[in-house]
């Protein structure tokens, strides 16, 4: 099989879809691999290193696109590359479909095998390829709200930490999943008051029983919410559904009733984003803006600030996946392996992603009735 490995173009986006450890592990399988001109740069990979592991470096993303049969991306395909997706291509990568109706059209027009990081799926639920960068954002939402609480930045000037004789930040994670659990140890870590809500009584127990009771724990709901938030000083918000639309648990109403300067950071926003007041990603680029006097921060590509620990932490776990679809064809790795199609989200023409169509309003198709 020919896998490509395009240069990853979306705003201040550095990783990379593979290192040369995946690239020699592909050659030694009787893969060809080609690399885009200067693909890993930004990950500290030199073309001269992919080279050595056996890949071909080619100068051109279109040359990429229609010689391979697998692209293996980070981040989905922006609207410069929509007419680069040849019909019946398939491409494993972030897809995040459920808020991105004009990339799904394009997909189902074009008949795009369409493989999606975020809904890799484990018979126990377990999410193998978010889970990597779940960790990631998770952590860095804390630094990233900590240098927005600045009073250079428009923040409160408050210190995440505090000092001796004056306490540290209030902290709010919603959603105590991997993104929530990584944002606590950090912020806990530096020394905040952290409040984690979630609905699910298995990670309350499981924050509660890992942070030894430095991490407070409350039942989310909405009454819960509205009380803590107007003490909040940094929200981070984290809620999730596998696939589709993150539901809006904060509403405008409560981020009107938080202190003007504080700081929300919505984790959820590349899959629509879970705070009312949010309504579209923000980018690296410009990243902030301020409504009733609080600062949101949007980034949907949160990761992609710190490839050199993203790409290494992402690429390790979806390597034996492209590694099977060579050796056995995508269809059937699909029909072998539940967690790859779990993973499918668009197949010939066809939804297989039911958050995807529920979220858009379309028809959904059993990916096992079309394979």
Known sequence: MIIGVPKEIKNNEFRVGLTPAGVLALKKANHEVLIEKDAGVGSGISDESYINAGARIIESSAEIYQKADLIVKVKEPVEEEY??????LAIFTYLHLAPNVKLTKILLEK?????????VQLQNGYLPLLAPMSEVAGRMSVQIGANLLQKNNGGLGTLLGGVPGVPGA??????????????ARMAAGLGAHVIVLDV?????????ETFAGRVSTMYSNEYNLSKVLKRADLVISTVLIPGGRAPKVITEEMVKSMKPGSVIVDVAIDQGGSVETIQHATTHEN???VKHGVIHYAVANIPGAVPKTSTYALTGMTLPYILKMADLGIREAMMKDYALLMGLNTYKGHITCHGVAEAQGLDYTLPQEIL
Not at 83 to 88: A, E, R
Not at 111 to 119: F, H, K, L, N, S
Not at 200 to 208: A, P
């Open 287 to 289: 990243p902030v803006f």
């Open 83 to 88: 007419d680069l997706l040849k019909p019946g």
């Open 200 to 208: 699910r009584k298995d990670r309350l127990n499981y924050i509660d």
């Open 170 to 183: 209030n902290v709010v994670i919603v959603g105590g999943g991997i993104v929530g659990a990584n944002a």
């Open 111 to 119: 008949e795009i095998t369409g493989i999606a990081y975020e809904t």
